[in-house]
């Protein structure tokens, strides 16, 4: 989405024959696939380091972190895939952040 505006992406999406909505799917997909294959590195990453600590794997751990992450993934993605849309990618990139660093001077407030 970056280089949509420098590069003039507009003219090479309007020459291939996908509509807008399949270009947007193809965007939450692969959002949501980097999700998935972060999420498998992070387990495979834990399941090492409990073989290294002699510790014993938790399923029901593993599942409420995936359930959690999950939401908070969601929530984000609901919130900033459709700026980047609207905006664009320099736009809508300082509007994605509002929330974070709100969370961050609240934060060192308490």
Do not use: H
């Not at 949509?4 to 270009?23: A, F, G, P, Q």
């Not at 999420?39 to 990453?45: L, T």
């Amino acid at each position: 989405m970056k280089y949509k505006k420098i590069n003039n992406l507009d003219r090479l999406y309007s020459t291939v024959s996908v509509c807008i909505n399949d270009i947007v799917l193809g965007r939450y997909v692969f959002v949501f696939l980097n999700y998935l294959v972060s999420f498998f590195s992070i387990i495979f990453s834990n399941f090492f380091f409990i073989l290294y600590r002699n510790s014993t794997f938790s399923l029901v751990d593993t599942l409420v972190g995936f359930s959690l992450s999950f939401l908070v993934f969601s929530a984000i993605t609901r919130v900033q895939m459709p700026l980047f849309f609207k905006f664009g990618y320099i736009k809508a990139k300082m509007c994605s952040l509002i929330p974070f660093i709100t969370v961050i001077l609240y934060r060192k407030r308490n």
